[in-house]
């Protein structure tokens, strides 16, 4: 068994100084983890932190106020158009819906006592159209639409016994009654005018159909029989004498006056022509280095009955036709080898001129006082009482 020895005393000041070291040294361990979790502990979200600069920056004083005001703007505009609409929005819904689904409903053309067999020219077919329908393609096709309604239903009534007359008189063909050329009457399908008129279309046929419903199985007459209800676009001031143009004598064809027409668009026109192209049209030879002799003879109306050139004669009729001139009431000058052609009015001249109708229209005339003012001694009969043998195919 040992014995204890007594620890010498430069050992216990050893001990004790080595001992010293060991607790330095573990409160230095302490103090580093300390502090390393004091910093952990500091570490702040970049968007939260608060650096020199910010806790350093001053609140300018206009800042606030601008804030307010553009806040309370923003209101403003938010607000008013909201309160507008709010109290004005369902009157207005009511206003925009109401044109759309009551406007203009089609009106619907009264039934027909027959149909006409119409050759359609583009298609070289033909189709069955019920009269009153057929009459409302002509009307819409032959005269514009924004004219008077009275003026409208005139032609309704002229068109309507140039169809009947036709049936009753004309030239018979295998397959077909009438075309639907200015041979007979420029006429016009829904669709076709549908796609001429677009959005207009509902308003303009509606216009067109009144007319013709209101005017519906009506025809002019003369000694009980049907008339040649010729009609033109414009005169030259006066409407033309049927001998004048025609080769028969029409009693109820006479020249009137018809001053309304210089308000028309068509009234004045000119076309010029190299002497080489009149030499063609009318098949002749003319100089080429002197004036031409011309001489003109004129009807009552005003028209050319009658043209000489160089000894060569031919009727205002021929020269209107073969030169495609708007009238036959024309004057003539040469320049430098050409032919310049001024005319008046649009069209032959004989019996009703539409423009005329509509110019009698606006001075408050019915459609009867306008078709018995151009067609003399006439009478507003009804097909059924006039013609009850064609109603009766």
């Keep these: 068994m040992k014995k204890n020895r007594p620890v010498p005393k ?3 000041k050893k001990k004790s100084s080595f001992k010293k070291q060991i607790m330095k040294s573990q409160q230095r361990k302490t103090n580093l983890i300390n ?21 350093n920056r001053k609140t300018r004083p206009w800042k606030l106020p601008a804030a307010f005001f553009l806040s309370v703007l923003l209101v403003l505009i938010l607000a008013i158009p909201a309160s507008i609409v709010a109290f004005f929005g369902d009157n207005k819904q009511e206003d925009i819906a109401t044109p759309e689904t009551g406007a203009h409903p089609s009106v619907e053309i009264d039934s027909s006592p027959f149909s006409v067999a119409v050759m359609r020219s583009n298609v070289e077919m033909v189709e069955d159209v019920p009269l009153e329908t057929y009459v409302a393609g002509v009307v819409a096709s032959e005269m514009p639409t924004k004219f008077e309604l009275e003026a409208l239903k005139a032609q309704a009534l002229a068109a309507r016994t140039f169809t009947v007359s036709h049936l009753l008189h004309g030239d018979e063909a295998d397959d077909y009654d009438l075309t639907d050329t200015v041979q007979h009457q420029v006429y016009k399908s829904e669709m076709e005018l549908q796609k001429e008129w677009g959005g207009e279309y509902t308003e303009k046929m509606n ?12 025809i002019l007459t003369f000694n009980d029989a049907p008339i040649t209800a010729a009609f033109f676009s414009t005169s030259n001031g006066h409407t033309e004498n049927s001998e004048d143009y025609w080769e028969n004598e029409i009693s109820y064809l006479r020249s009137v006056e018809s001053p309304w027409d210089k308000d028309s668009p068509q009234f004045l026109g000119q076309q010029t022509y190299t002497i080489a192209q009149v030499e063609a049209a009318l098949e002749l030879d003319l100089p080429k280095d002197s004036p ?58 004989i019996g009703m001129s539409q423009y005329g109708a509509n110019g009698m229209a606006k001075e408050g005339k019915t459609y009867e006082e306008i078709v018995q003012y151009y067609y003399k001694d006439v009478a507003i009969s009804t097909i059924n009482d006039a013609v009850p043998a064609l109603v009766s195919k």
């Design 292 to 349: 031409l002799f011309i001489e003109l003879e004129r009807t009552e109306s005003g028209r050319v009955s009658e043209i000489g050139i160089e000894g060569y004669t031919f009727t205002g009729r021929d020269i209107r036709e073969k030169l495609d001139l708007k009238s036959s009431d024309f004057e003539i000058k040469q320049n430098n080898g050409h032919l310049i052609f001024t005319t008046e009015g649009f069209g032959h001249g």
């Design 35 to 55: 502090n390393q979790t004091t910093q952990i502990q500091k570490i702040i979200p970049l968007k939260n932190r608060k650096t020199l600069y910010f806790n």
């Design 207 to 218: 216009k067109i159909k009144e007319a013709v419903n209101e005017t519906k199985g009506q």
């Design 10 to 12: 430069a050992w216990k």
